[in-house]
């Protein structure tokens, strides 16, 4: 696998990526004031996720979306689309007025995204479980045609509980695909509440390892530890990797952080404008 | 509650003891002809869970290793590896047992490959009564009407080796899921030559005036069997092989409902959702009169035992069809 060229990861792009997650956070909390509500939790605490995978890691073209020898990124937790949508608008793969309209009858940004109707959304994804395996198809067809671009797939920590996950993770780790890296957005909450009362998953990255990927384990909203991380990749020739991510559901939101209510909710006008209040603030502090 | 019967199993051919039938496995019709194309299309690679000798995917597999992937027994991941592979612009080509492709990975069927359209072709084998000895767990009588319930999916039950072999070349050269439904032994061989194959396009394989038998599968052969019986009787009966389950040839079924006084469907699958419902849904919706009944399996899960066996005690043999037949016009 050929070595990747990256802008230094300086004080001062770490403050750029911080601002775009900012960013990213302030168009998705938009995006869901506009629909009258969404999936608040599992958004916000994959934003910095999403910002280093777009505005650092992977290599694409957005006046050519389809170029083969782009990275791809499944975002396998479907239902935190407005974050990969805000990510994506910002790149220049759609037009302002579509975010503007998020759910919107006729509008192509959907609840849960569809790979046919919005540029640079490489699976439909929504239904839990589902991406990794996609992904594993797609990091062999890589191999086939002898190309060098890797396959990111994001998921929740509830959407591990899923038996696919592990056939893809045995079958990911037979192939031994080094072009494959699976990221687990670990906000610890699922729709019904703690994971951890639900079914444990702990010790979560032995587990991965057991399997032979080869893990990493970071804070997941500090934007520079995702983006190293994610840069570092495969962490060993041979194996898949796996990067968990530990985050806080409802991330950046005062009154949504660590609420199992917020998974899903319905929101105010007033409440859209403390949150956006909150990340206005946010912005200056690192401006 | 009463006992099932003990079963004793007939002897093989037994029914047809008088004809010397030719027989082939469809179950490696569509690998062969796979295994044709590969080396003019590189695209084209071929999936199992742990099923690439019993569906014989080996056929392509053997020559075509590097190109050939054992997911192992995992379908659902087995499903998603494959739309994967497609999004790379390969022509995954799925095989196995129909109650695992359609059922333990149903959901990964209809959201990984239906909804986006992908072009995969899934093979289900084992299907119908041919596994009858593998029982309800390995046979399966339901995945005609899963499969035809998904969108984009078309539906493929072909009568035997030539046109299943046809029926992968035009599944190959269309865009898009296609399901083709094969089962496990060597079934009769219904076509000497190679037929022409279309999509969509039934084959009339007799004419006749009385009464029309529509078939898939193996069911094609016997239905060709009972219009012998028939005619022998002074019954006219034409011979429709529906291969193609989706998009179904309505005209082909219109034109037989007004030109002969009675219609059977004959299917190894329950009556529920298969091939007499798709037909019983275009005479209902033209409004054609006609004597209408489905052959196949009731609402039940089938015994376990030989095809000849099974084929006999559900009535899904020539005599049987003859004799519904017969009924159907004299009521």
């Known amino acids: ?287 | 509650m009463s006992k099932e019967p003990i079963i004793y199993h007939l002897a093989k051919d037994e029914q047809y003891e008088d004809l010397d039938i030719e027989k082939a496995l469809t179950r490696e019709a569509w690998s062969v002809a796979l295994a044709e194309m590969a080396e003019e299309r590189p695209e084209i690679v071929v999936l199992s869970a742990d099923l690439i000798g019993a569906t014989l995917a080996c056929r392509f597999a053997d020559r075509y290793p590097e190109r050939s992937f054992n997911i192992g027994v995992a379908e659902q991941d087995l499903i998603g590896v494959a739309a994967g592979l497609a999004l790379t612009g390969k022509i995954p080509v799925v095989a196995t047992f129909s109650v695992f492709l359609l059922m333990r990975a149903c959901e990964q069927v209809r959201t990984d490959i239906c909804y986006p359209n992908l072009n995969v072709k899934l093979i289900g084998t084992a299907s119908g009564l041919s596994f009858g000895l593998g029982g309800v767990t390995h046979a399966t009588t339901e995945d005609i009407a899963i499969a035809r319930a998904l969108p984009n999916m078309v539906v493929i039950v072909p009568a035997d080796y030539l046109e299943t072999a046809q029926a992968m070349h035009a599944a190959m050269a269309r865009q898009g899921p296609v399901f083709i439904r094969v089962g496990r032994s060597a079934e009769p061989v219904v076509y000497a030559t190679e037929p022409s194959f279309e999509i969509g396009k039934a084959h009339q394989l007799r004419e006749g005036n009385d009464v029309t038998l529509i078939g898939c599968g193996v069911m094609v052969f016997e239905s060709l069997r009972a219009a012998d019986i028939l005619r022998d009787q002074g019954t006219s009966a034409r011979v429709i092989d529906m291969h193609t389950i989706k998009p179904l040839d309505a005209e082909v079924v219109l034109t037989a409902a007004r030109e002969t006084k009675a219609m059977l469907t004959v299917e190894e699958h329950t009556i529920i959702g298969g091939l007499g419902s798709a037909v019983a849904e275009v005479l209902a919706e033209a409004g054609v009169e006609v004597r209408f009944k489905r052959i196949g399996l009731p609402d039940i899960f089938a015994t376990s035992g030989r095809p000849d066996y099974l084929r006999e005690l559900y009535g899904l043999n020539g005599k049987a069809i003859a004799e519904h037949a017969t009924a159907l016009l004299d009521k």
């Open chain 1, 1 to 287: 696998m050929s070595k990747r060229e990256y802008i230094p990861l300086t004080s001062e792009r770490i403050r750029e990526l911080t601002l775009k997650a900012n960013d990213i956070r302030r168009e998705l909390v938009k995006m869901f004031g506009i629909a009258g509500g969404g999936h608040f939790g599992g958004s916000l605490s994959a934003v910095e996720i999403v910002a280093a995978l777009y505005f650092d890691v992977l290599r694409m073209s957005p006046n050519d979306p389809n170029w083969p020898n782009r990275d791809r990124f499944i975002l396998s937790k479907g239902h935190a689309s407005p974050a990969m949508y805000a990510a994506l608008c910002d790149l220049g793969f759609f037009p302002r007025s579509v975010l503007d309209n998020f759910e919107k009858p006729g509008n192509p940004l959907t609840m849960h995204p569809n790979m046919h109707k919005v540029p640079g959304v490489e699976a439909s994804t929504g239904s839990l479980g589902h991406g990794l395996p996609i992904g594993v198809g797609i990091s062999l067809g890589a191999r086939l045609d002898g190309r060098d671009y890797r396959t990111f797939v994001l998921m929740g920590d509830g959407e591990i509980q899923a038996g696919s996950v592990w056939e893809a993770v045995m079958c990911a780790a037979h192939y031994k695909l080094d072009n494959l890296v699976a990221i687990v957005d670990r906000n610890r909450l699922s729709c019904d509440g703690l994971i951890a009362e639900l079914q444990c998953q702990d010790p979560l990255l032995p587990r991965w390892e057991a399997f032979s990927w080869k893990g990493r384990e970071v804070d997941g909203h500090s934007v520079g530890e995702v983006a190293a991380a994610l840069r570092a990749v495969p962490y060993e020739p041979g194996k898949p990797s796996v990067l968990i991510a530990n985050t806080v559901k409802g991330k950046g939101i005062s009154f949504m952080e660590n609420k199992p209510s917020f998974h899903r909710a319905n929101i105010s006008p007033e409440q859209t404008q403390q949150a956006l209040a909150e990340i206005a603030t946010r912005r200056e502090e690192w401006s």
